[in-house]
């Protein structure tokens, strides 16, 4: 499985962007997908996450009612729409595939996860 995460870049505060990320292989809507962050210096933290169903999502705290994740089984592709950005939103955005088959528990943990994305840097300026 290979994902490609793309649609980061350059914007200045309360802009928006889009993300996608287009998996390969097969099987794609049997797993859940998510997006995480890492920001400079940081760790890597939990952004956003959408059940293999498609019918549960879970974000972070720091992201609720801003971003909206949503996934398109037909084109493999999982997205990220993220709006109202603030400059602490600066992040390299990676995908990521679940690990278990129809998993929905736990979506938020990273050892759900078995592929990663190298992934997108989205900037946000004030």
């Known amino acids: 499985v290979q994902l490609q995460a793309s649609g980061g870049g350059l914007v200045q505060a309360g802009g928006s962007l889009r993300l996608s990320c287009a998996a390969s292989?097969?099987?794609?809507?049997?797993?859940?997908m998510a997006w995480f962050r890492q920001a400079p210096g940081k760790e890597r933290e939990f952004v956003s996450a959408i059940s293999w169903g498609g019918d549960l999502t879970a974000y972070a705290d720091s992201v609720q009612g801003r971003f909206t994740i949503s996934r398109d089984n037909a084109k493999n592709t999982v997205y990220l729409e993220m709006n109202s950005l603030k400059p602490e939103d600066t992040a390299v955005y990676s995908c990521a595939r679940g690990r278990y088959f129809r998993n929905s528990f736990y979506l938020w943990e990273p050892n759900q996860y078995a592929n990663w994305g190298q992934g997108t840097l989205v900037t946000v300026s004030s």
């Open positions: 292989g097969r099987d794609f809507e049997d797993y859940g």
